[in-house]
């Protein structure tokens, strides 16, 4: 069982940035797929960003050269920076971690963008 902590949202102006944190529970961490997703007001939940041990990485198109995702295997985290934000990036984000038949989401943080 993998237990997953955001931290990091707010309210933020166009232009923008903010840094979400994702803290994971357990001894494997580093073996685990580690992504965030976010899921706008009345929209189906969508991949934001993912990276995989190795840290490879990939993008959503809406955010590629805004956000960058890393992790610290050292201290179980993953981190989304987000600059230039814009209101369409308004949603609530959430961690995920996943290992073969194993998936785990954290509880979400708000992140508005808005002047």
């Known amino acids: 069982q993998v237990q997953l902590v955001e931290s990091g949202g707010g309210l933020v102006q166009p232009g923008g940035s903010l840094r979400l944190s994702c803290a994971a529970s357990?001894?494997?961490?580093?073996?685990?797929?580690m992504a965030w997703y976010r899921q706008p007001p009345g929209k189906q939940r969508e991949l934001v960003a993912a990276i995989r041990r190795g840290d490879s990485t990939n993008y959503a198109d809406s955010v590629k050269g805004r956000f960058t995702i890393s992790r610290d295997d050292a201290k179980n985290t993953v981190y989304l920076q987000m600059n230039s934000l814009k209101p369409e990036d308004t949603s609530v984000y959430y961690c995920n971690a996943n290992l073969v038949n194993a998936n785990y989401w954290g509880q979400g943080t708000q992140v508005t963008v808005s002047s």
């Open positions: 357990g001894s494997i961490f580093r073996f685990y797929t």
